[in-house]
């Protein structure tokens, strides 16, 4: 049937008094749960300023970032694509490594570098069905598109697994996710001529850490990736991530819990913020 599209904040106004238009932001995704709530819409898509990002706010006005609704699209994929590899980002959800769907029809998962070019290049190098980023660059490849991040493409994708599932709306594939708590992306300042030795400086405290079978908040170190910053894995499936921004003077800082919110909280209180300490500055926000 035809779709009734509701538009939202669809003027040019280049001065941007309401929000940046960016899928990772606060404010912006706060106006499509309003409108989506507003309206009574099955769901609401948010765009950035270049068309290469999606953005995603369910049903019942809950926000899903891109690596979960990566994983709903992966986990719909994978019976119509036995044994496809998908390819997700450092920041993204540690659920893929661990989905029971992906893993029944043998779906392979590469975490890889965040970054819009090297996950394109990652998915293409390994002939991925599909690629995530957690800022909301989609790569569909195959008869899902061509390889690049669009927004609109990924906008379709998400419309045809709805299709494909007339009994399900998206929030209820939201909660049949396996639960895990995921942090806002945040953003200390760091200048370029340093982030990177701060990076590095974490990088070897984890690896310390790890190396004489440390733990954080009780819980033990199992892993420590190194890929693009370092991304330490603990024994609950809970993680932290430390990376360099490739293009602000920031350092990205990401936390999941597999508890609860309280403890991804934690998780960034009491071990990722004042591990870092007055080696970054002011944060562009905080849980």
């Known amino acids: 049937g035809v779709s009734d599209v509701v538009g939202m904040d669809t003027e040019l106004d280049y001065t941007f008094p309401k929000y940046n238009p960016n899928p990772e932001d606060v404010e912006m995704l706060h106006s499509m749960a309003a409108a989506v709530r507003e309206h009574k819409a099955d769901l609401a898509f948010g765009f950035d300023g270049d068309g290469d990002r999606c953005g995603v706010v369910d049903d019942e006005g809950e926000e899903i970032f891109a690596d979960k609704i990566g994983l709903m699209l992966a986990r719909d994929l994978a019976p119509l694509n036995p044994g496809a590899t998908f390819v997700v980002d450092v920041k993204s959800t540690g659920l893929y490594a661990t989905d029971p769907i992906l893993s029944a029809h043998g779906c392979k998962v590469i975490y890889w570098k965040t970054g819009h070019s090297y996950i394109k290049r990652k998915s293409a190098e390994v002939g991925a069905l599909a690629g995530f980023e957690k800022s909301g660059h989609f790569f569909m490849n195959g008869e899902l598109g061509y390889g690049y991040d669009c927004g609109l493409t990924a906008a379709a994708a998400i419309l045809a ?25 945040m953003s200390p300042h760091c200048g370029d001529e ?42 609950d499936g809970s993680w932290v991530l430390v990376r360099a921004s490739s ?41």
């Open 161 to 185: 697994m709805l299709d494909r599932n007339p009994g399900q709306k998206l929030s209820d594939m939201r909660k049949a996710l396996p639960v895990a708590f995921t942090s806002l992306t």
């Open 194 to 235: 340093v982030k990177y030795g701060v990076v590095d400086d974490v990088v070897k405290e984890y690896q310390d850490l790890f190396a004489a079978g440390g733990s954080i908040l009780g819980r033990r170190v199992t892993e420590v990736i190194t890929v693009n910053g370092v991304r330490v894995h603990l024994e």
């Open 247 to 287: 293009n602000k003077p920031e350092i990205v800082v990401v936390v999941e819990s597999t508890r609860s919110e309280d403890d991804m909280r934690a998780l960034f209180r009491q071990e990722v913020k004042p591990r870092l300490g007055d080696r970054v500055g002011k944060y562009n926000q905080e849980i």
